[in-house]
Nanobody, 115 residues
Framework: QVQLVESGGGLVQPGESLRLSCAAS????????MGWYRQAPGKQRELVAY???????NYADSVQGRFTISRDNAKNTVYLQMNSLKPEDTAVYYC?????????WGQGTQVTVSS
């Protein structure tokens, strides 16, 4: 059974930081591309950051330079370091694992940026 479990969300003020974690089980983690997506109320889910199995990364323009995705294959975990958070970063953040047409999702973790 595949499980992706996100953690680390919460309520922060603008300019603060959060680190999200996603622990995977039931898959050969090291051969999956891993992504963080987010969905704000009334909006479509969007890709925030992606890290390939080789470690190459890409980011949405809106988070470039503020967010960093990384992975620890020994711990089957992908991280999203979020700095200089803005109110528009408020959303539910989802972890995704993808390989060869197979896609798995976590349950999501809420991030709220508000003063």
């Amino acid at each position: 059974q595949v499980q992706l479990v996100e953690s680390g969300g919460g309520l922060v003020q603008p300019g603060e930081s959060l680190r999200l974690s996603c622990a995977a089980s039931g898959i050969a983690f090291s051969i999956y591309g891993m992504g963080w997506y987010r969905q704000a109320p009334g909006k479509q889910r969007e890709l925030v950051a992606y890290i390939s199995l080789s470690g190459s990364t890409n980011y949405a323009d809106s988070v470039q330079g503020r967010f960093t995705i990384s992975r620890d294959n020994a711990k089957n975990t992908v991280y999203l370091q979020m700095n200089s958070l803005k109110p528009e970063d408020t959303a539910v953040y989802y972890c995704n694992a993808y390989r060869a047409g197979r896609s798995y999702w976590g349950q999501g973790t809420q991030v709220t940026v508000s003063s």
